[in-house]
């Protein structure tokens, strides 16, 4: 199993609405892959299909809204330091962090 670290996303009322994944890629060990998962408005959270989410995100490479840009650099910037790389910053491609 890769290395990996969960950050979850709260609303105004602090209460849990998705998460984001990160996950060092052993086969290229300088590449940190990212996933994401957000409810519907309608929806209650649930960890596990959260999680299951984000993985398939992060497997296929899909892409991270940019709604959750000011989220994703907090959680880049703690990928850096916790996999001890730099970290290319997943929504914007041209910028390294």
Not at 10 to 21: A, E, H, P, Y
Not at 49 to 66: D, S, V
């Amino acid at each position: 199993m890769s290395p990996q670290i969960i950050s979850y996303l709260r609303n105004s009322k602090r209460q849990k609405v998705g998460l984001l994944l990160a996950e060092k890629d052993l086969a290229a060990p300088d590449t940190v892959r990212f996933g994401w998962s957000i409810l519907h408005k309608n929806d209650e959270f649930n960890r596990e299909f959260g999680l299951i989410l984000a993985k398939e995100r992060l497997k296929n490479n899909t892409p991270i809204p940019i709604r959750l840009g000011p989220d994703i650099s907090k959680f880049v910037n703690r990928a850096a330091k916790y996999f001890k790389c730099s970290v290319w910053s997943p929504i914007e491609k041209s910028e390294k962090l």
